[in-house]
């Protein structure tokens, strides 16, 4: 797997190169393959790297396509996982946060609160609650998810499926064993509406 990743990062870095020098830096190409090599060094574990990139290709295409741009929102998502993935201490876990908090209200102005990028980006901020280990403010966000996803998307659609699965093993963890069970149950049989109630 190591070569794997070495030889990954190799034609990632050599594709970069190529772009920024016939494309420009701000090209979307280029970006892209910057995009692509920041995740070749955050699955090797190099972090650092990996936000030091998504950083750069996240501020530039803020100046170039705008703050509300798909792209712009991608690559804030992008920094806000390895974050959130890095995440050994509060800056680290508030900076993923407020990222994705930025990304959900964007998305919930221009797309709309139902749309699945706006889903998307309220169960990658729930996600960073989970690894916080803030059960109940995890799985509080993620039922909006699931809810959300059952009514506009239906109980049988891979989006729904997801959501049920991640509440499922938050309420595992949270110590919410009946609702892991129900929720595990529906995830499997992929129909049904659950609508846990947390306690304190």
Not at 40 to 60: D, I
Not at 145 to 171: C, I, K, Q, W, Y
């Amino acid at each position: 797997m190591l070569g794997y990743y070495k030889t990954a990062e190799q034609l990632m870095s050599y594709m970069a190169q190529k772009h920024q020098q016939s494309l420009g830096l701000e090209h979307p190409d280029t970006l892209t393959a910057m995009n692509n090599l920041a995740l070749t060094y955050s699955n090797q574990g190099r972090l650092k790297e990996a936000m030091e990139l998504q950083t750069q290709v996240m501020e530039t295409r803020r100046r170039v396509l705008g703050a509300e741009h798909p792209d712009t929102l991608t690559a804030m998502s992008n920094l806000a996982s390895t974050y959130s993935n890095q995440g050994h201490n509060q800056g680290q876990w508030r900076e993923a946060m407020e990222l994705q908090t930025q990304v959900i209200e964007t998305r919930r102005r221009v797309l709309g609160a139902e749309h699945p990028g706006t889903l998307t980006a309220m169960n990658n901020l729930a996600l960073t609650y989970s690894n916080q280990g803030r059960w109940k403010k995890a799985m509080e966000l993620q039922t909006q998810v699931m809810e959300t996803s059952l009514r506009v998307l239906g109980a049988e659609h891979p989006d729904t499926l997801t959501a049920m699965n991640n509440l499922a093993t938050m309420s595992r963890f949270g110590r919410r064993f009946l609702d892991y069970i129900t929720l595990m149950f529906h995830t499997v049989v992929g129909r049904g509406k659950v609508r846990p109630t947390f306690g304190e």
